[in-house]
């Protein structure tokens, strides 16, 4: 099985929907997705930005997208004991996080008082760890302790599901599926609008399955389209080779 995670396009965040260079971006990704053959179905975040950028992929490939409320961005809103920033729970400055050992821990971060200071986070973070497993478990793909358990009594297919969604709650579903914490996801990876990550599974041993990243953040279709790399969610200015 693949489970595709792509980015929403350059964001208009005011009015929740993409900048012009988002409506390009989200084009040429779309060019890209109708190249894919054999997608088994196509999910989508409910805010607008990720609608946006999913239809122009869904109406080059003449399909629809089931959506959840839990793809939505992970925006649980924590004050930045640095900075003082009212916002998303990253971004945060590191010689404060990296200064926490709890933060490095897949379960420890957790019992941090930062992502306890908004009692939304933690029934959140589990919401879209449950979520994501209930979907898989549709596909035959059973979570047990920390990997997965495939359905013997479903057929074998070479199932690919794309999800449209956003940077924070990629990060957030990554961090279950690898079994590490989100925290050094949020902060040492940058996934660029429009950018493709691939999870597949390898099942070495009969019904049994863990989940690897393929490829993660590329954007080769802007680089074939000419469009330059946005720089939403990143602090320096990209690669662009």
Partial sequence: MKIIFIRHGDPDYVNDTLTEKGMREAKLLAKRVADWKNITQFYCSPL????????????????????????????????????????????????????????????????????????????AYQEVCEGLDSLLSSYGYNRYNNYYRTDPSKEKAEDTIVIFCHLGVTCMMLSHLLGISPIPLLHGFFLAPTSVT????????????????????????????????????????????
């Fill in 48 to 123: 607008g930005r990720a609608k946006k950028t999913a239809s122009y992929s869904l109406e080059a490939v003449g399909r629809e997208a089931v959506t959840y409320e839990w793809m939505k961005e992970f925006a649980y809103f924590i004050d930045d004991p640095v900075t003082g920033r009212h916002g998303v729970p990253w971004d945060l400055m590191p010689d404060y996080w990296t200064e926490i050992p709890e933060m490095y821990d897949r379960d420890a971060w957790k019992t941090t008082a930062l992502y306890r200071s908004n009692d939304a986070i933690l029934p």
């Fill in 198 to 241: 691939v999870l597949a599974s390898e099942e070495r041993m009969e019904n049994n399955a863990i989940f690897r990243v393929q490829v993660m953040g590329d954007t080769s279709h802007l680089l074939a389209g000419g469009e330059p790399i946005s720089q939403a969610g990143f602090f320096t200015e990209p690669f662009r080779g």
